[in-house]
């Protein structure tokens, strides 16, 4: 089975600092792409950043980026200068190319809260 | 850019009705939607593809006469809760892919719909 673990229920991180995300994905196939979306209290789901799994750059969006570690199978978001509106819920997810399928397989998440 | 509207974003009904849900893709084509369940404090769990034009593939575990899904055009794909009960209250939200463009590019999710059965 195709899995996504995050391992941090929750964290918090000062305004202003670093924080990393951590997140593992099992899959046997060697291309697949790589999500990072965002669900603030309001519960609409955000596409942070994405990485395509031949791709050895790690991708950045503005105060986003990814530590993409492809052998280890690890997918972890580093979010630099924290901002309040950064509070939310972080899910890690990835397509498996399955004959064509879109299916996004989830991570069950982690609580992120910026305190200031 | 693509935007995916949802709705309603909150309904509340009685026991035994049908409410229908409905997920529009506004400036794109989207031959595959996808609905999800998230309960509170949970990650999101896949119910079902919307396949434009034919039937909907539910996941292991997701009662299809439950959960009817109707992809009739290439925009719109509609999940009907039938004969809802208080177990179906959750938080329900679709996504959808621009079909003209590469499978790398991400789903675009509506802001979802709050469902609560008395």
């Known amino acids: 089975a195709q899995t996504v673990t995050q391992s941090q229920p929750e964290m918090s991180v000062q305004e202003a600092e670093t924080v990393t995300l951590s997140c593992t994905y099992d899959t046997s196939e060697n291309n697949y792409y790589l999500f990072w979306y965002k669900q603030p209290p309001s519960r609409q789901m955000i596409l942070v950043i994405r990485q395509e799994a031949y791709k050895q750059q790690n991708a950045t969006e503005n105060r986003f980026s990814v530590n993409f570690q492809k052998a280890a199978k690890s997918f972890s978001l580093k979010i630099s200068d924290s901002q309040l509106g950064d509070t939310a819920m972080y899910f890690c997810a990835f397509i498996p190319p399955q004959g064509g399928s879109e299916k996004l397989v989830f991570g069950k998440g982690t609580k992120l809260t910026v305190n200031p | 850019g693509a935007v995916v509207s949802q709705h309603p974003s909150r309904v509340i009904c009685k026991s035994g009705t049908s409410v229908k849900i409905e997920c529009r893709s506004l400036?794109?084509?989207?031959?595959?939607m996808f609905w999800y369940r998230q309960f509170p404090k949970k990650s999101l769990m896949l119910m079902a593809t919307?396949?434009?034009?034919?039937?909907?593939?539910?996941e292991q575990g997701v009662e299809k006469d439950k959960f009817l899904i109707n992809h009739a055009s290439l925009t719109l794909s509609t999940l009907t809760v039938t004969s809802a009960h208080p177990e179906d209250s959750s938080f329900y939200i679709c996504?959808?892919?621009?079909?003209?463009?590469?499978?790398?590019?991400?789903?675009?999710f509506g802001d979802g719909t709050r469902l609560s059965i008395l």
């Open positions: 400036d794109f084509q989207a031959t595959t």
């Open positions: 996504s959808a892919r621009d079909s003209t463009t590469l499978s790398n590019q991400p789903q675009h």
């Open positions: 919307s396949n434009e034009g034919s039937k909907a593939t539910y």
